[in-house]
């Protein structure tokens, strides 16, 4: 069974900085992309970011392009995001997810159970 945790959430104030974790487990950690989204409240699950299998290809979505990170290590089993110059409007609850392929662009099949991003301003 396929499981993700994500972790590194918290409050944080306008301009600063975290950096989320999401450690999977259940199946080969290497043979697939990874991503994040996010959910604020009133509003629909969004997509922030995906990498594929061995890190080389990323791709963001345009509202946190040079800000935010997103990379993986597979020794770990670990993909992580590092947030910079965070925003209020960044406050949301951040999923990390795992595609059914290697590659970006083709939809996740499991998600972790989040966790909150919160910036103050």
């Known amino acids: 069974q396929v499981q993700l945790v994500e972790s590194g959430g918290g409050l944080v104030q306008a301009g600063g900085s975290l950096r989320l974790s999401c450690a999977a487990s259940g199946r080969t950690f290497s043979n697939y992309a990874m991503g994040w989204l996010r959910q604020a409240p009133g509003k629909e699950r969004e997509f922030v970011a995906t990498?594929?299998?061995?890190?080389?290809?990323?791709d963001y979505a345009d509202s946190v392009k040079g800000r935010f990170t997103i990379s993986r290590d597979n020794a770990k089993n670990t993909v992580y995001l590092q947030m910079n110059n965070l925003k209020p409007e960044d406050t949301a609850v951040y999923y990390c997810?795992?595609?059914?392929?290697?590659?970006?662009?083709?939809?996740?099949?499991?998600w972790g159970q989040g966790t909150q991003v919160t910036v103050s301003s």
């Open positions: 997810a795992t595609s059914p392929s290697p590659e970006i662009g083709y939809g996740w099949d499991y």
């Open positions: 990498i594929n299998w061995s890190g080389g290809s990323t």
